[in-house]
């Protein structure tokens, strides 16, 4: 998923997306159905910072029963951009990266999709008394 930015834009402000699953390049399971980005940007002169909320539905069989199950996550991050003249030289900091002084596209297809994985539950049931607080089910 590419975001638009225009360099000159400075100030806060807030943008909601629905994300391609196919751009993403999720795993097949679960099935992902909706991805949502709620995204919150904050630029001044040299660095962009975003506050991405997602909002991820998918769908699964119950680890435990077998039933299919839809499920909610919200994965959350946090990303530092800082405008180089030279934006392809690695900051040595996974956490900070470069864009050009004057690059408009950006794309969050990896981060988003490295979030997505990281927050999915190893196991999703729909019938487990101390299923993790995250997982909000549905019976679909
Ligand atoms: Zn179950």
Same mark, same amino acid.
């Given at each position: 998923?590419?975001?638009?930015?225009?360099?000159t834009?400075?100030?806060?402000?807030? +943008?909601?997306?629905?994300?391609s699953?196919?751009?993403? +390049?999720?795993?097949?399971d679960?099935?992902?159905?909706?991805?949502?980005?709620?995204?919150?940007?904050? !630029?001044?002169?040299?660095? *962009?910072?975003m506050?991405? !909320?997602? =909002?991820?539905?998918?769908?699964?069989?119950?680890?435990?029963?077998?039933?299919?199950?839809?499920?909610?996550?919200?994965?959350?991050?946090? *990303? +530092?951009?800082?405008?180089?003249?030279?934006?392809?030289?690695? =900051?040595?900091?996974?956490?900070?990266?470069?864009?050009?002084?004057?690059q408009?596209?950006?794309?969050?297809? !990896?981060? *988003?999709?490295?979030?997505?994985?990281l927050?999915?539950?190893?196991?999703?049931?729909?019938?487990?008394?101390?299923?993790?607080?995250?997982? *909000?089910?549905?019976?679909?």
């Open positions: 998923m590419k975001v638009k930015i225009v360099p834009a400075l100030g806060e402000w807030k +943008e909601t997306y629905q994300v699953i196919p751009e993403l +390049e999720l795993p097949n679960p099935h992902f159905k909706v991805v949502t980005a709620e995204i919150v940007y904050n !630029q001044t002169d040299r660095r *962009l910072l506050d991405i !909320q997602l =909002s991820v539905k998918a769908s699964t069989e119950c680890y435990h029963c077998g039933e299919p199950m839809t499920f909610l996550i919200f994965p959350y991050l946090h *990303l +530092e951009f800082y405008r180089v003249e030279n934006p392809n030289r690695d =900051s040595g900091d996974d956490d900070i990266k470069f864009i050009g002084l004057l408009t596209d950006i794309d969050l297809s !990896q981060d *988003l999709r490295d979030a997505i994985v927050s999915l539950p190893m196991r999703i049931t729909c019938c487990d008394e101390d299923r993790m607080e995250h997982i *909000l089910f549905s019976g679909d």
